[in-house]
């Protein structure tokens, strides 16, 4: 039997997607505690109920976020060894779903609070509130930004990014909210605005979360057709069959096929793994393949589970 490992890849291709965005992240967190600090600052100072309420919220997002770095941090950092094969890369996907988690509770709490406030709603100062939330805006977009591309690659960064998205959208409101308060004296704005803040969050915490379930239970990628990669390993010449294919997300941007394939008598094992790696890599983009080439002969022990 053949036996092969797929790779290949440079130092910066077997970093973890939100490895390559630490850095953005740990000045989000940044940005987001001098937020916090601002807000809870002059709420406590003007007895704001809306910026007190919002503190609160950015609080569990700069939570989040640390969170995700430091997943990342210990993910990098941790070395492989006999009882952990694959590193601690898990623990993004973890703080993934604990921010999807935090996301609800935010949502939740803000929408509960909202429907309150419609029976009594609290008298808003204007001004300071208007003030806070333009400064809290500016920070959010930078940080905001600052997280765009990685969302797109790293599902621990993108929780991160919808913390931030969050976080910019409850300053808009909170923005609105002051001004309206300010120039026409409508105390309702509050309460309108942090229910369209909470129903924006719930379906992008529901999406987060459904995601990093998906990894932990080991299903195999979306938009991967585990059919149609067992069909395309079959018709490499030299294979009659593929069984045992497994396909799964270690972490965002790192994902493991291993496969079994049988081999028509008298072909070449060598050239069917090269063949098989090089297909996993260019039509699939998976890179660690551990692909075993069988004789026709052999069958595999079956599985009890």
């Not at 492989?80 to 988690?101: D, K, Q, W």
């Not at 309150?116 to 920070?139: D, M, Q």
């Not at 990894?215 to 195999?220: C, G």
């Not at 098989?276 to 026709?296: F, K, R």
Request: net charge neutral.
């Amino acid at each position: 039997m053949g036996h092969g490992h797929g790779h290949g890849v440079s130092p910066e291709q077997a970093m973890s997607a939100g490895g390559r965005h630490l850095r953005r992240l740990w000045i989000a967190v940044g940005l987001g505690l001098v937020t916090f600090v601002l807000q809870l600052t002059v709420g406590l100072a003007t007895s704001s109920l809306a910026l007190l309420a919002d503190s609160a919220h950015v609080f569990t997002d700069v939570f989040g976020v640390a969170l995700a770095a430091v997943a990342i941090v210990v993910a990098k950092k941790a070395k492989t060894g006999h009882g952990r094969t694959f590193g601690l890369y898990r623990s993004e996907v973890l703080a993934a779903l604990v921010n999807a988690v935090l996301l609800f509770g935010v949502a939740g709490w803000v929408l509960y609070e909202a429907v309150g406030r419609f029976s009594a709603p609290p008298e808003v100062p204007g001004l300071p509130v208007t003030i806070v939330a333009a400064v809290g805006l500016v920070l959010n977009v930078v940080a905001f930004l600052l997280l765009k591309d990685g969302a797109r690659e790293s599902l621990n960064v993108r929780g991160a990014y919808l913390e931030v998205m969050a976080d910019m959208i409850g300053s808009i409101g909170v923005l609105v909210s002051g001004l309206a308060t300010l120039f026409f004296g409508w105390r309702y704005a509050d309460p309108v605005i942090g229910i369209g803040i909470g129903l924006f969050v719930l379906p992008r915490a529901y999406r987060l979360g459904r995601s990093a379930l998906r990894i932990l239970f080991q299903h195999a990628p979306e938009g991967v057709d585990i059919k149609q990669m067992t069909a395309d390993l079959t018709r490499l010449p030299g294979v009659c069959e593929v069984h045992d294919l497994h396909v799964w997300t270690l972490t965002s941007g790192m994902e493991v096929v291993s496969a079994h394939l049988t081999m028509v008598d008298g072909a070449d094992q060598a050239g069917i793994l090269v063949a098989a790696q090089g297909l996993l890599a260019d039509s699939y983009s998976i890179d660690h393949a551990t692909l075993q080439v069988e004789q026709p002969s052999v069958k595999c022990r079956e599985l009890s589970w």
